[in-house]
């Protein structure tokens, strides 16, 4: 066995441990909440070593904002997808892509519901949860462009609204324990953001009060 093909097993097998390991995080994590979970119930379901373990994670925080990458990898995916297949059957409008976007998303949060509510229980590391609000806020942000031109500025407003309501609903979707009604509350609050609009505000004319002219004099009614 030459150096190359060496390093490519030892390499399979580290990826393998790994996610053996995060694996069993995410079901201990489940079972006892993140706070009474132990770095020995986690080897021990994993069938590791706590070596291993510290090879690859920093302790059990590290595991559990490694559990929150991968998931938010998949609903990155999700949204995506779905924004595609949105644009692909012909829509095109921004605002319908991002409900596209916003439903997948939620509805990635029913489907893996008993991993979202690691996430958004409460029971997390130190800082875990401003971190969440900053990220979701930071996709909600992409998502929100979508509302305008390309050179018209993103309103914050908006932004807060979309981004606190897609933070709320998210928190409540997964406590729903019946699926159907989880879907159900999911629509409802597309329905909501379905609603929402940026503010328009008119162009002041040239003629409008409180415009100055060319020679600088203030133009009065």
């Not at 949204?79 to 297949?85: E, G, I, K, Q, V």
């Not at 996430?119 to 806020?137: K, T, Y």
Request: proline share 4%; charged share 30%.
């Amino acid at each position: 066995m030459d150096n190359a093909e060496r390093t490519v097993r030892v390499s399979h097998r580290g990826t393998a441990t790994r996610n053996a390991l995060l694996d069993a995080a995410a079901r201990v994590f489940c079972t006892v909440g993140f706070a009474r979970a132990g770095v020995s119930e986690v080897v021990a379901e994993a069938g590791a070593s706590v070596g291993s373990l510290y090879h690859h994670f920093t302790g059990k925080a590290d595991l559990f904002r490694a559990l929150y990458t991968e998931f938010q990898q998949r609903q990155q995916q999700r949204t995506h997808d779905a924004a595609a297949r949105a644009r692909a059957a012909g829509e095109t409008d921004p605002t319908r892509l991002m409900h596209a976007a916003a439903r997948a998303y939620l509805e990635g949060c029913i489907e893996e519901r008993e991993t979202a509510w690691l996430f958004f229980s409460g029971d997390s590391p130190p800082g875990f949860d401003a971190a969440v609000r900053d990220e979701l806020r930071a996709w909600t942000d992409r998502n929100v462009a979508l509302f305008r031109k390309a050179e018209e500025p993103v309103e914050e407003a908006l932004l807060m609204v979309v981004s606190g309501a897609m933070l709320l609903a998210v928190g409540e979707v997964v406590r729903r324990e019946d699926r159907a009604a989880a879907r159900r509350l999911a629509d409802d609050v597309i329905e909501v953001l379905a609603g929402l609009e940026p503010l328009r505000k008119p162009p002041r004319s040239a003629g409008a009060p409180g415009l100055r002219q060319a020679g600088g004099d203030e133009q009065t009614d």
